[in-house]
């Protein structure tokens, strides 16, 4: 995508990399989401409980927002997206201000009038100390999903009242809950490391277990 000068449109660029990456989340969410949702849930019983485990040890979910961010993710394993985003998508703005201030950066404006307003989350996501800290893929999938008019622009899409109730029972739906859930996982540096602790020692069991079958 270029312009009439021969220069890359970086504009044009990043439109169409955020509409071409909505149509891979969507197709994401049909092929491997929900498959692995409904394993989930006709498999286990996920209790409220093992949702406040992750919470609580997330980094980017501040005191004071813990259980409204635990009670969204339990709306969505009940099947419930409507309530589960109504919930989430806020808290998740609510979350990345946070990241910002503690990347050092201001998440306030002055208005004309002198006003202190809040900066939108498309604006807080370009700050610099932001864009240094933050994953450059993490900080892409927040602006396509949340911000981006070619996205799903879902922060907007719900403040303003523009879906109906089936389009919070769609596959974009689905993933967006499900990237609510991963967004606070990602920040979980201690359960992450006693999980892959766990893990490794499975795979240990499992590679003595094979070695001694071998043997006999």
Known sequence: MKKPDGTIDE??????MERTAT????????ILVSNTFEYIRSRFLIEESDIKKIVDVSCAIPEGRKESYTKGLMFGFSGDFLTALSI?????????????VECGEPVYNMNEEGIE???PMHAVLELEGVKESLDEDLIFALNTIFCS???FNMRNNVAH??????????????????FALK?????CGKLQEENRSKINKKLKQLM?????????
């Not at 989430?88 to 910002?100: M, S």
């Not at 009242?161 to 499900?178: N, P, R």
């Not at 003595?208 to 006999?216: A, S």
């Open 183 to 187: 967004f606070c996982y990602l920040f």
């Open 11 to 16: 504009g044009a660029l990043k439109d169409n």
């Open 161 to 178: 009242g523009m879906l109906d109730d089936q389009a919070f029972q769609s596959f974009k739906a689905l993933y967006i809950w499900w």
């Open 117 to 119: 307003e809040v900066k």
């Open 208 to 216: 003595e277990k094979k070695d001694n079958m071998d043997e006999n």
């Open 149 to 151: 008019k070619f996205g």
């Open 23 to 30: 149509m891979e989340m969507d197709y994401f969410a049909q």
């Open 88 to 100: 989430l998508i806020p808290q998740i703005e609510n979350a990345v201000r946070y990241l910002a």
